[in-house]
């Protein structure tokens, strides 16, 4: 799909408030990975922070939801299956040796993408199964469905194996089939499988941020683009309307606003697909605006909040209806602020006296619940070191910069990472490693040298890997 780009004053927008948006979350240390502002139908900002750019497939987590749903609408849509149909009735072979429970046994396909479901938490997590769609089936549910709103991914990863069993497709290849290809939705996207081949509906879409731009225009023009409807027009319209109130539930303001079919309610009248940690695909009626980010907000409490009240504050607020005086200073500065955007980095400072007395020195540690048998820090440049150890699987090192990103693969997980370090206060370097592959997250890795003694602090923030990176331990010098 070819985008229209134009000055933001042109659609009523100064650039300074685009400026102003961006350099906020960085002050505020929210990492963002991409941005794009589009009102009226052409893009006046966009921006990536490198290593990320136009072309990256980025995870995008439960935006992956509001694309099961739209596979939903159509199958309907065919005929192939109503809202109000059981969901029992298209997994017999799940039924557990004693029968459906009553409440599963009544749970409809509508109430699942309301997120008004029988269960009131993932079922797959923890089950000690490879068959998370059996999980559904198998788990006790707490209370009769329809009646309370509870985030439930297992129930989404059903409606997706619900896709490909009444398709015959996967879940992504049904939709390119239904217009996402000849919208230009890229050819090397694709979906995460879960451990039995089937596509993880619930969180596993790894696409660009123009891809999430293209679904969000379908859904925000009620399934028609260039003069074809590609998406049923009465479900997309039901399916961004609030069909289960989330505010006892959730924590944030923007989450308490309401939930429609896998798509929820923002404040001033907007809706927005909603991946963790600042996958956000919002659209705001009123001013006809466009907002797509990608980012890693997790293990940042209120971080995705913080990318809301941002566009809130500098942008929506300052958005007028007629066209702007151009202003080819501020937008001259906005496009080169935009074009030199970068990973960001942990602050603090690049050197310690200590760094000398540490550097090159290996560490035994104590017997520990991360497996760790031994670290060591060697610095090989003012602006860059390694941080290297021994655990049950061998020896490994990580490198990272000082006061700016090094780039490598994590060792034993074949996963892209981006590390930099500071000293945090004289005696302790603080590493932090951010995963960008198919992964997203990030750990730190904290150091404390006390005399002959160093103290690892491991906490990571990546969804379902790395848990042998979550602890403290002590070591002392070999």
Not at 142 to 171: C, I, Q, R
Not at 398 to 421: C, H, M, Q, V, W
């Amino acid at each position: 799909m070819d985008f229209k780009t134009t000055a933001p004053e042109k659609l009523g927008i100064p650039s300074d408030a685009l400026e102003n948006f961006l350099k906020r979350l960085e002050a505020q240390q929210l990492p963002l990975h991409s941005a794009i502002i589009m009102r009226h139908d052409e893009i006046c900002m966009e921006t990536y922070y490198a290593p990320y750019d136009k072309d990256t497939l980025h995870r995008m987590f439960s935006i992956t939801k509001s694309f099961v749903s739209v596979a939903i609408g159509l199958l309907a849509e065919e005929g192939k299956l109503s809202l109000d149909d059981k969901i029992v009735d298209y997994f017999p072979e799940k039924k557990p040796a004693s029968g459906f429970f009553p409440y599963t046994a009544m749970l409809t396909i509508r109430e699942m993408l309301a997120m008004t479901t029988c269960h009131d938490k993932t079922t797959y997590k923890n089950a000690g199964t490879d068959d998370w769609v059996s999980t559904f089936f198998t788990t006790p549910p707490t209370h009769v469905p329809g009646t309370n709103f509870a985030y439930d991914t297992s129930s989404t990863h059903v409606l997706g194996a619900l896709v490909e069993k009444l398709s015959g497709m996967k879940l992504l290849d049904y939709l390119r089939s239904k217009g996402l290809d000849e919208l230009g939705f890229s050819k090397d996207a694709y979906v995460l499988c879960d451990p039995c081949g089937i596509s993880m509906g619930g969180s596993g879409l790894c696409a660009t941020s123009r891809d999430i731009l293209i679904m969000m225009m379908l859904i925000a023009k009620d399934g028609s683009l260039n003069g074809k409807q590609y998406l049923p027009r009465d479900y997309i319209i039901s399916a961004k309307s609030k069909h289960s109130d989330p505010y006892g539930k959730q924590s944030t303001l923007e989450e308490m606003q309401g939930y429609g079919y896998q798509i929820w309610m923002t404040r001033n009248g907007g809706y927005v697909l909603f991946g963790m940690g600042g996958q956000l695909a919002l659209y705001v009626p009123d001013k006809d605006i466009f907002m797509i980010t990608t980012a890693d907000a997790q293990g940042r409490q209120g971080g995705v909040q913080l990318i809301y009240d941002a566009f809130w504050d500098e942008i929506y607020s300052r958005i007028e209806d007629n066209e702007l005086p151009e202003n080819a200073a501020a937008y001259k500065s906005l496009e080169s602020f935009c074009a030199s955007r970068e990973l960001c980095h942990i602050p603090g400072d690049v050197f310690s006296p200590l760094a000398e007395c540490v550097n090159h020195v290996k560490y035994v540690c104590d017997s520990n619940n991360c497996g760790v048998q031994s670290v060591q820090l060697d610095f090989d440049s003012p602006e860059s070191g390694t941080f290297s150890y021994k655990n049950e699987t061998g020896n490994h090192k990580l490198t990272f910069g000082t006061g700016r990103n090094e780039y490598g693969i994590f060792p034993g997980y074949d996963l892209k990472y981006a590390a930099s370090a500071a000293w945090r206060m004289e005696n302790y370097l603080l590493i932090k490693v951010q995963i960008i592959d198919s992964a997203v997250g990030n750990m730190y890795i904290g150091l404390s040298f006390k005399d002959d003694f160093v103290t690892v602090m491991f906490r990571k923030t990546v969804e379902n890997l790395f848990n042998e990176y979550n602890g403290v331990f002590s070591g002392k010098k070999a």
